[in-house]
């Protein structure tokens, strides 16, 4: 008789794994979305005699510098991150897809020239861009959002002109273009949606990265935009208290955490998924 | 439910477990341990590293982009003729590179003898030509960024090869004090002029300490002068200035005992710091102050009742326990504490008094309240609780504020162009003399910096302060100062919302570590106990 | 193979010249003074005036680029105006720093996600696998200058092993002094050369080939490193050139939480000081090492698998 | 084991279940209890639409199952050891010295990053302990068995520089490179044009002449087979149906399943106008787990309601003929 090895596969089952990721991530957001409601302190309400107090019956998870409440603050936070993110994201990867398909389906000298734009873009340090737009239009997410925008579309530019190359020749393609489809149509109703696909597996763990990016710069002084404040923004203005105050901190980086574990099982389910049905 | 444990609870979420053991808070009272290792004799000998806040970028006592962490290092290196009492015992002026001075009566001439021991770090004795050739360079707008601080001096004649006699256009109160500033250090002219620029990079003076490597970015390190003319100091072989801009990882630095010394300790920390058994955390008085400038060209800050309402509304009791955990002091002027200043019984500290803030913005032209910014530095913690919280307070009197933080670059433009409403300008303001001089005539003279940017504009003021600034005996000027000072309260062009120490923090055994009256480090009294 | 390379250089060269216009460009966009944040507050105007003619600030902005290119290229930098020393100097002492670091970070990130990833590729579908991922996933979520924080006090405080601050040049004060903030770096990078490697490796382990080498009686090892993994860098080479572009100017959260003066926190302070020159130096200089960057990537490819040498030589 | 050896069989193959599954309980069985042997010397067909279980079955010879299969019990014995049994090193020699394999896409059966001299001389001195000069020259003897002219220039070239017929006869090269008794090509021409494939058939044919190497052939082509093979195995839904020489089972099929195969494959003549040829009705395999009876019941023309029953033992309908209908197609 044979004996039968089996590897320990407890996990196997991916849409097990996107299943819970998504619960992770609909748990924050709709912690997110009803606790502020529920919250009887307003997040952005300062306080002074009541700063810096422990996590109490009052305060679950303590108050900030300025006396506001941690956790409705950071339920609030998440809102904006996770909008910023997702914003942000979603930019990103439209412009990036439609500028790099265009150049990819247009070809010749066109595909040439804007094919080194592109590169070019890519060597400009982001930090750069994202200090030029906080010092133009002022320190805050949305400038910080918007730099992140101009540097990062051409990623994604990049990736689906080397998707949208390889699809030109495909038959389908040459199919549509057989039918005497306007070129417009082939391009947004049949290429972009096939070349999108790859982009969107980068993009999902681009909202987190996003968001920890956001995090960064406030760090660095220029995301925070008083008086609400991204995930970020809370983290970095409670890192100066961290040795003193760690409840300011701890909260936000945890929900960043777990959105970012859950985006990534939803990433790794989707991913894996669509292998499978190829 | 309260944690006791701040430290292991802060990285409890990554690594709980393993920090246990750096949670070193003593017990309920803590041992003065300092107090036993610094009684003894001191001992010369050994180095010391400091972390500083702010980064030396420049050795040029004429240009200091680097602020205080330039004139810092400066003042290790350039003796100044007279100085500010390095001990930090009193806000005079004490002796220098010259050993004793004298002021004509009417203020025109100033005789200087330069002492027998004043010598070089490289062994040549301070010449009367060096003082020439160096106050020369600091009053030559062309060399020097300092030169406005040189007001009134005109030239200087070499009496003798250890005498010099400044010569002045006009009597200037202040005068010694802009002399004791380290831009007008005296320098070796021969070596600095065959240098050039260069000589800057590494640069001679006649100070307690020489430079002995700057790592540009990263650190500076001293070494003491053997011709230092004061044979009791330095008793340090050695200092070292390690740039560590970080609030976090200085105080981490200094209880990891990887420095000995931090500069600018957080606010936040200095209680768990002082809880610490192996650790000092000392105040030290200087002018700084946290400068709230109201811009007085825009509607409502032109009309005084709403700028004593908006200090009136602030509950300093409150911020200064709260943010700055006690440290502060409520202010009785509009600028810091400075030299001649009346105290607390003769001019009252502003206190909080919403009632009476409430009935200036009725009596204001706008008995309705009005909408206006504020900008401040951003990532700053402590800066960042403040504007919320004075956001709050005047939203009582119906103000509404739009907070912007904003960085260096534009806050300065802002404050500068006097486009802004309301602004805390600088993370850390302090007067660059310990006399009342230099920033009353900022205020309230005509010209120059516009009312240090507030365009505030008040020829009675003005007239009371050029009679102070022009007025050379300290008696005389000492008469004179507390009713300007009462007066620049009332008329409040800006806000000093607190007067703010300087804390440092050092191992136990630093012993007899001092800074000046303005907050510079002196280490020539400073030694290692054990 | 060398038209090939001499084109590259050639679209470099024109790429730098791009970069420079745009990076300009975007400078001049930004409001503030750099000579009033030299000087301060505390001097009057006409003295910020006038050092504002003698640097050529107050030229028309084409002339301004126009000077400016030229000077770059004859290599000359000029001087910083807010740090007040040449820029050639300045930059050229916060290149050492940043240089170890990042490639300290990015070995230690190659390393631990490379060993990880193909682990995971290997008992894909595990427990272990799983796990592997989503700690990635949680390490990419830290904010990295909470994550240094918590190491300083770990490994700085706790434990003593490493300075928690500061920056000793030389490869041994390197070692000390960046041992700390390149695993701040690393850990972020590592669920990124995972990730890829991971995705890649799997598609290689599934491949014909690596069944045609496993029946040929290779053992697993031999399978894995000669067949296997050779196939599946290539993807992970062209992120990792990627990464190194964002990584300067990356690093200055790192630089800024354990004092290292490295280029990112000068480029940040640079900024904050309007500082053009500076910023323009910085920038051009990142440009490069991400145009090199590339350029060795695809080198790299080209060397590990023929069919990207066909397309380079062919294309 | 002892009860199954058979001096004239190669490879013994009892009672196989495979299956697949991540969990002990739960395991979806894709093989059932097949049996199977190749004599010495013979080329034996395993022929059957995609998803009948033949890929799983020869590399379960190899003991090369994809991840996630599993053989469930029975035996493989190859010239008297028991290769499931084998150690992990045992395995190894066996792999390298024992079989050679061939695989379906020549495109993507040689790894792409290497040279082919490197690839085949890792081969050969892996097998067989040799220094590297002698791989060498026994590489170039390789490829001109395998009719590659001038050897000694493409030993340095990499596969992408070469057409599928070329890589196909390099990967015979590397498999005969031992001088294996057992050569295994799974589907080895499905990938090539017809005129390639007929000159990699021959080449097969011709190893096994001139060296006597037993040769296990799997395609999914009954014309394939028909040219090919001495015997012949038929599978469907992971069971053998029916097996035997190939000239019984091809002249004379038993089997439903067989004979639908052999009607669909294609010939040379012009068929007449109106004619269509016949394919095999009903679902496609492996959309339901088997439960029991005949798999093929479903989609047989001939089904009846006893096929519920049918227990899938292979009963003799002729000379070494066997067929698991027992009604033998009528």
């Not at chain 1, 302190?41 to 009052?58: I, Y």
């Not at chain 1, 910023?84 to 000298?109: D, E, R």
């Not at chain 4, 009607?263 to 439960?291: D, H, Q, W």
């Amino acid at each position: 008789m044979v004996d039968v090895k089996f590897r320990s596969r407890v996990v196997a089952n991916w849409s097990t794994q996107t299943r819970v990721g998504a619960c992770i991530v609909g748990a924050v957001i709709a912690a997110a979305l009803i606790g502020p409601i529920l919250s009887p302190w307003d997040p952005n309400a300062p306080d002074v005699l009541a700063s810096l107090e422990h996590p109490s019956f009052a305060h679950w998870m303590g108050t900030d510098s300025a006396g506001r409440d941690v956790l409705t603050r950071t339920l609030v936070g998440t809102q904006i991150s996770l909008l910023a993110g997702v914003l942000i994201t979603i930019a990103t990867v439209t412009i990036g897809t439609i500028v790099g398909s265009l150049v990819a389906y247009a070809g010749g000298w066109v595909d040439a020239f804007l094919s080194r734009v592109v590169d070019t873009a890519i060597a400009i340090p982001f930090i750069v861009v994202v200090l030029a737009t906080v010092a133009i239009l002022g320190v805050g997410t949305v400038s910080v959002g918007l730099g992140m925008v101009l540097v990062g579309w051409a990623v994604y530019a990049r990736l689906a002109r080397a998707e949208v190359l390889s699809l030109r020749e495909h038959e389908f393609i040459m199919a549509t273009k057989s039918l005497g489809y306007s070129p417009a149509r082939i391009l947004f109703r049949h290429v972009i949606p096939n070349v999108i696909r790859p982009s969107l597996t980068f993009a999902t763990m681009d909202v987190v990265a996003a968001m920890v990016l956001l995090a960064a710069m406030s760090y660095l002084g220029f995301g925070t935009q008083p008086p609400v404040a991204d995930l970020g923004s809370i983290i970095a203005g409670g890192q100066p208290f961290l040795l003193t105050a760690w409840w300011i901190s701890t909260l936000p980086a945890v929900v960043l955490i777990a959105l970012g574990v859950g985006v990534g099982m939803i990433d790794d389910g989707f991913s894996t998924g669509r292998k499978g049905k190829r | 439910m309260k944690f006791r444990s701040p430290i292991s609870i802060a990285a409890g979420v990554a690594l709980a477990v393993s920090l246990v053991g750096c949670s070193t808070a003593g017990g309920p009272t803590k041992p003065d341990a300092s107090e036993g290792l610094c009684t003894s004799t001191p001992v010369a000998g050994g180095s010391i590293t400091v972390a500083k806040q702010t980064e030396t970028l420049s050795l040029s006592p004429y240009s200091t982009p680097g602020g205080f962490g330039d004139t810092e290092a400066l003042n290790m290196i350039f003796e100044t003729l007279i100085r500010m009492d390095p001990t930090g015992n009193s806000q005079d002026l004490v002796s220098g590179v010259a050993d004793t001075w004298s002021t004509s009566a009417d203020g025109l001439a100033y005789t200087f003898h330069i002492r027998d021991g004043a010598t070089f770090s490289n062994g040549r004795h301070v010449m009367a030509d060096d003082v020439k050739y160096s106050l020369d360079s600091w009053s030559d707008p062309d060399v020097s960024q300092w030169a406005s601080f040189a007001r009134g001096y005109d030239s200087t004649t070499v009496v003798d090869d250890s005498t010099v006699k400044i010569n002045m256009t006009e009597p200037i109160g202040g005068f010694l004090y802009s002399l004791a500033m380290v831009s007008a250090g005296i320098l070796p002219q021969e070596e600095a002029k065959a240098a050039g620029d260069s000589f800057f990079d590494s640069p001679i003076g006649s100070g307690p300490f020489a430079v002995d490597k700057w790592v540009k970015g990263s650190s500076i390190s001293f070494v003491k002068n053997d011709w230092y003319w004061d044979t009791s100091g330095p008793l340090l072989d050695s200092v070292e200035f390690r740039f560590v801009s970080d609030d976090n990882n200085r105080t981490l630095a200094l209880r990891s005992g990887d420095v000995q010394m931090v500069d600018n300790v957080p606010w936040s920390q200095v209680k768990t710091l002082q809880s610490e058994a192996s650790l000092t955390i000392e105040e030290f008085a200087i002018p700084s102050w946290i400068l709230l400038s109201l811009n007085n060209q825009k509607g409502p800050f032109a009309d005084q009742n709403v700028r004593q309402a908006l200090s009136l509304a602030i509950d300093r009791e409150g911020v200064n326990e709260k943010i700055y955990f006690g440290m502060g002091e409520a202010p009785n002027s509009i600028l810091p504490r400075l030299r001649l200043d009346a105290d607390a019984s003769t001019i009252a500290p502003t206190a909080f008094d919403l009632n009476k803030a409430k009935e200036l913005i009725a009596a204001s032209k706008y008995p309705n309240g009005f909408e206006a910014t504020l900008e401040y530095p951003s990532g700053n913690a402590a800066f960042d609780s403040l504007a919320v919280v004075l956001q709050a307070y005047w939203a009582e009197l119906g103000v509404t504020i739009e907070l912007l933080p904003e960085d260096q670059g534009t806050l300065s433009k802002n404050f500068t162009g006097g486009t802004y409403d309301i602004m805390l300008p600088y993370s850390f303001a302090a007067s660059d003399v310990p006399v009342p001089d230099e920033f009353a005539e900022f205020y309230a003279v005509q010209g120059g910096t516009n009312g240090f940017f507030t365009w505030w504009n008040d020829p009675e003021i003005e007239a009371l302060v050029l009679d102070f600034t022009g007025t050379v005996g300290d008696e005389e000027r000492a008469a004179k100062w507390p009713a300007i000072q009462a007066a620049m309260l009332e008329a409040q062009p800006a806000i000093n919302v607190l007067n703010l120490p300087l804390v440092n923090g050092h191992l136990n055994n630093v012993c007899g570590f001092s800074t000046n009256p303005i907050g510079q480090s002196t280490f020539t009294t400073t030694w290692i106990a054990g | 193979m060398l038209t090939y390379l001499f084109r590259r250089l050639l679209l470099s060269v024109a790429q730098l010249l791009g970069l420079a216009i745009v990076v300009f460009l975007i400078l001049q966009a930004v409001p503030g003074d750099p000579v009033r944040i030299m000087l301060g507050e505390r001097v009057p105007a006409e003295l910020v005036e006038t050092v504002r003619e003698r640097l050529g600030l107050n030229e028309p902005m084409l002339t301004q680029l126009w000077m400016y290119l030229t000077r770059f290229a004859t290599g000359d930098l000029g001087d910083s105006v807010t740090f007040g020393q040449s820029i050639q100097t300045l930059v050229a002492s916060r290149i050492e720093p940043s240089a170890y670091l990042i490639t300290y970070g990015l070995i230690l990130a190659i390393i631990f996600g490379g060993v990880l990833g193909v682990f995971a590729a290997i008992r894909s579908g595990t427990v272990a696998d799983f796990t592997i991922r989503i700690l990635a996933t949680a390490l990419l979520a830290m904010p990295a200058f909470w994550v240094g924080l918590v190491l300083a006090l770990v490994f700085g405080i706790a434990w003593g092993l490493f300075p928690v601050s500061g920056y000793q040049p030389g490869l041994v004060g390197a070692f000390r002094t960046l041992t700390l903030p390149a695993i701040a770096i690393a850990l972020s990078l590592v669920a990124v050369v995972l990730r890829t490697l991971r995705s890649s490796m799997k598609r290689v382990l599934d491949s014909e080939y690596v069944e045609a080498a496993r029946a040929r009686g290779y053992s697993e090892g031999r399978v894995l490193a000669r067949h296997a993994l050779r196939n599946a860098v290539t993807p992970t080479i062209s992120i990792v050139a990627v990464v190194v572009g964002f990584l300067i100017g990356g690093t200055a959260v790192i630089e800024q939480v354990f004092s290292i003066p490295g280029l990112g926190s000068l480029l940040v302070q640079a900024v904050e000081r309007r500082d053009y020159p500076v910023v323009q130096a910085i920038a051009l200089l990142a440009g490069a090492v991400v145009i090199a960057a590339g350029l060795v990537a695809d080198l790299l490819q080209a060397a590990l698998d023929p069919r990207v040498r066909n397309t380079i030589s062919n294309g | 084991m002892n009860e199954h050896m058979n001096e004239n069989q190669l490879l013994q193959i009892y009672n196989l279940r495979i299956g697949f599954g991540t969990k002990l309980n739960d395991v979806n069985p894709i093989v059932h209890g097949l049996n199977l042997s190749i004599s010495r010397g013979r080329i034996l067909g395993l022929v059957g639409e995609s998803g009948s279980g033949k890929s799983l079955t020869c590399r379960s010879v190899m003991r090369l199952l994809p991840d996630g299969g599993h053989v469930l019990s029975g035996d493989v014995i190859f010239d008297g050891h028991d290769v499931l049994g084998m150690s992990k090193s045992e395995l190894l020699a066996f792999r390298s010295t024992q079989v050679g394999m061939i695989f379906q896409d020549p495109f993507s059966s040689l790894n792409p990053t290497r040279r082919i001299g490197s690839q085949m001389i890792e081969a050969l001195r892996t097998a067989l302990s040799l220094s590297k000069k002698d791989a060498q020259l026994r590489a170039l003897s390789l490829l001109e068995q395998v009719d590659i002219s001038n050897p000694s220039a493409k030993l340095r070239m990499y596969p992408n520089e070469l057409s599928g017929g070329m890589r196909q006869r390099v990967m015979l090269a590397i498999a005969l490179g031992a001088r294996p008794s057992l050569l295994i090509a799974d589907e080895p021409t499905t990938a090539l044009d017809t005129t390639t494939q007929a000159q990699i058939l021959s080449l097969l044919r011709r190893v096994r002449d001139d060296d006597g190497t037993s040769i296990l052939l799997v395609s999914h082509d009954f014309g394939v087979i028909a040219e090919m093979c001495d015997d012949v195995a038929v599978m469907y839904g992971g069971f053998i149906v029916e097996s035997g020489p190939i000239e019984e089972v091809y002249l004379r099929p038993r089997h439903p399943y067989t004979q639908a195969l052999i009607a669909s494959v294609p010939t040379l003549a012009i068929p007449e106008r109106g004619y269509r040829r016949p394919t095999i009705p009903g679902p496609p395999l492996g959309t339901l787990p088997y439960t029991s009876g005949c798999p093929f019941a479903s989609r047989c023309t001939f089904s009846r309601a006893e096929c519920e029953d049918v227990s899938m033992t292979l009963l003799p309908v002729g000379p070494s003929h066997t067929s698991a209908c027992p009604f033998g197609g009528e």
